[in-house]
């Protein structure tokens, strides 16, 4: 059996481990929580969970940090659909040469929307607007030089005009380097939790009684409770050249695959790859397979040290189909 066929082997049960379950779709809210927000990552396709060392995977597997032995920050950015901004921040700080903690926030917001009733349909003059955010606090392990775990616990809230829900979620992943040429492995599963509903002043309402005498009666109503868009996520990355030929100073080519069953949604495959130059120029490319509207991505980066410090700029672009292009670009900086 060549290389290939052993990868191959390896990954593929990966993505039967799920039934399909397309039939959920709309049936999960916090639908921010599953757009990617790395321009790195994004670059590539998504294929990224079996990556490591950089800061702006958190959200994707948390183990990724486990490598990361300084004190570091990322700070992403998407222009979403819709006129709509996600924005990402994320640092990291090691506590000793096994464990990291990461404090990470993601918020997404709409802008100002204007307020249209049927009777003004061209606008009221008042304006409302729509905002997701996520804290997340991640502590790693590394329980060897070849194998991490970590988990993230994350405050999430969404809010749409004076309506609002929150609560927690869970992260859990793993990281392991095989030492098969190169060949590394990541397993991570996302927002798992307990349903949410909405609560705020909009809902409260007062019943007159029927009786002059009797008190106004003051209730709230109820919203139907949604779930959380729970997802796993197997993944596997090696570079090319010391897979099948042999390890080059000079140039990489990193190929990853990643296949992604979220709860609401048909199993899907993320397929992405990277090129560098001598650590320091970047060219990316992935594509999204068994998707609607998701397709074709590329990016490029550069990774320079400036003072002993470590500095990344990376800029992507994904395809959304009918609903355009979506751009991200992102800095993180890493002391020596």
């Known amino acids: 059996m060549n290389n290939f066929s052993k990868l191959f082997v390896v990954l593929f049960p990966v993505g039967l481990l799920f039934p399909q379950s397309f039939q959920n779709a709309g049936s999960t809210g916090l639908q921010f929580l599953k757009i990617g927000m790395s321009a790195r990552g994004e670059g590539m396709g998504g294929a990224v969970a079996s990556l490591d060392g950089d800061i702006s995977l958190l959200t994707l597997n948390p183990a990724g940090i486990g490598n990361i032995n300084q004190v570091g920050i990322s700070i992403q950015h998407t222009s979403w659909v819709a006129e709509t901004d996600l924005n990402f921040i994320g640092l990291v700080v090691p506590l000793s040469d096994q464990v990291n903690l990461a404090l990470h926030t993601t918020y997404l917001t709409t802008g100002g929307i204007e307020i249209t009733t049927i009777d003004v349909p061209e606008g009221t003059g008042q304006y409302y607007d729509v905002a997701d955010v996520a804290i997340g606090l991640t502590s790693s392990i590394r329980l060897t030089s070849q194998l991490t775990f970590a988990s993230t616990i994350k405050y999430i809230q969404e809010r749409i005009y004076d309506v609002s829900s929150d609560g927690l979620s869970l ?13 590394n492995l990541g397993f991570v599963i996302t927002n798992l939790g307990f349903e949410q509903s909405f609560s705020g002043k909009p809902l409260e309402v007062q ?15 109820q919203t139907q409770k949604y779930g959380l868009p729970l997802s796993f996520r197997a993944s596997g990355s ?12 000079e140039h990489q080519m990193r190929v990853a695959m990643d296949f992604v069953q979220n709860a609401d949604t048909r199993e899907r495959v993320l397929t992405g790859m990277e090129y560098g130059w001598s650590k320091t120029f970047f060219v990316r490319g992935g594509y999204a397979i068994n998707t609607d509207e998701l397709g074709w991505s590329g990016g490029v980066g550069t990774l320079q040290n ?14 959304l189909g009918r609903f355009g292009i979506s751009y991200r670009i992102g800095i993180a900086i890493i002391s020596n």
């Open 171 to 183: 992260d859990a992943g793993m990281w392991y380097a095989t030492g098969f040429n190169s060949l």
């Open 207 to 221: 019943y007159a009684p029927s009786d002059a005498a009797e008190p106004v009666v003051h209730a709230q109503l």
């Open 238 to 249: 090696f570079d090319l050249f010391e897979m099948f030929m042999e390890r080059l100073d």
């Open 306 to 319: 400036l003072s002993g410090t470590d500095i990344q700029f990376d800029a992507s672009a994904s395809s």
